[in-house]
């Protein structure tokens, strides 16, 4: 049986997903890196962990009384160099993520390689390494310490020994694994986020309110949450790059961003995180 204290994660990147797949690491017993430039988002971070941590282990998606792994926070790429996996959860900007995966692995060149990425294809990614037997995708769903399922993406040149080194990290976090194979937005993002820009359409041709369009998906579909809210939950600037992706790679006009994303981004509604996107989260609950 695969024990936590084999593992050691480096997550690269602090923003809502990193923060959560660290939530889940710690909350699992594995101790966690969390690497990002900003020293403010690594303040949040530690804030944030430890109230994600309790929340899921309310809801049960964690296990209670367990120790914790240890949670550590450095802007140095530097302090990752004993860790046995890497998990980049940076924005969805090709450029980034491949200087993000370069560095990492000349960082740690035996580790094995998680992109956290939406839409990018695995194979694009793995030319930023020497090695690109060790690349492979987890597209973790969000939040990640609540949601026990993630989407596993081999790509072409994927190592069995990577596949099987990650699959034993997401044993010990308790994830359920569905591996699928390579290309833009996978599975889950090449249906979801063409739902997300559709459901923006009806919105701006009045069609149906975000109420109404979730409601629907809820009640006749069995949808926990509708496209809005979950785009809200993704955010609306993640939504864009993510579309935009989908586009530039398939060429298929329906995931051109709607103009009324793209209003909503410019006008900094980005959902959840901001307070207000399709809903209003700042009145919630009151």
Do not use: W
């Not at 020293?39 to 971070?45: D, I, K, N, S, Y």
């Not at 899921?56 to 792994?69: F, H, T, V």
Request: hydrophobic letters at 45%; glycine letters at 10%; charged letters at 20%.
């Amino acid at each position: 049986m695969t024990t936590t204290t084999q593992h050691r994660l480096a997550v690269i990147g602090a923003g809502s997903m990193g923060t959560g797949i660290a939530t889940l690491a710690t909350g699992r017993g594995v101790p966690v890196v969390l690497v990002d430039v900003s020293a403010e988002a690594l303040t949040q971070a530690e804030r944030a962990v430890p109230t994600q941590r309790r929340l899921a282990q309310m809801m049960g998606s964690l296990p209670r009384g367990a120790e914790p792994g240890t949670l550590t926070t450095t802007t140095s790429m530097a302090d990752i160099a004993d860790c046995t996996a890497v998990v980049e959860a940076v924005t969805e900007i090709p450029e980034t993520k491949a200087k993000v995966l370069a560095e990492a692995h000349r960082t740690t060149p035996d580790a094995v390689l998680i992109s956290n990425t939406s839409a990018i294809p695995i194979d694009e990614q793995a030319d930023a390494v020497a090695r690109p037997e060790l690349l492979l995708g987890v597209h973790f769903m969000n939040p990640p310490y609540l949601i026990g399922t993630a989407e596993v993406i081999r790509g072409p040149r994927t190592g069995q020994s990577a596949m099987d080194s990650a699959g034993a990290l997401l044993d010990a976090l308790g994830i359920t694994q569905v591996v699928v194979g390579d290309g833009p937005g996978f599975v889950i993002n090449r249906i979801l986020q063409r739902s997300i820009n559709e459901a923006s359409r009806i919105v701006a041709e009045g069609i149906a309110t975000p109420q109404a369009v979730d409601a629907a998906f809820q009640g006749c579909l069995g949808h926990a949450t509708g496209p809005l809210a979950t785009a809200d939950l993704i955010g609306l600037d993640n939504v864009v790059d993510t579309l935009r992706v989908l586009h530039e790679r398939t060429g298929d006009a329906g995931y051109l961003p709607s103009e009324l994303l793209l209003a909503k981004v410019e006008a900094g509604d980005l959902g959840r995180k901001t307070g207000r996107g399709f809903f209003d989260h700042a009145t919630a609950g009151r």
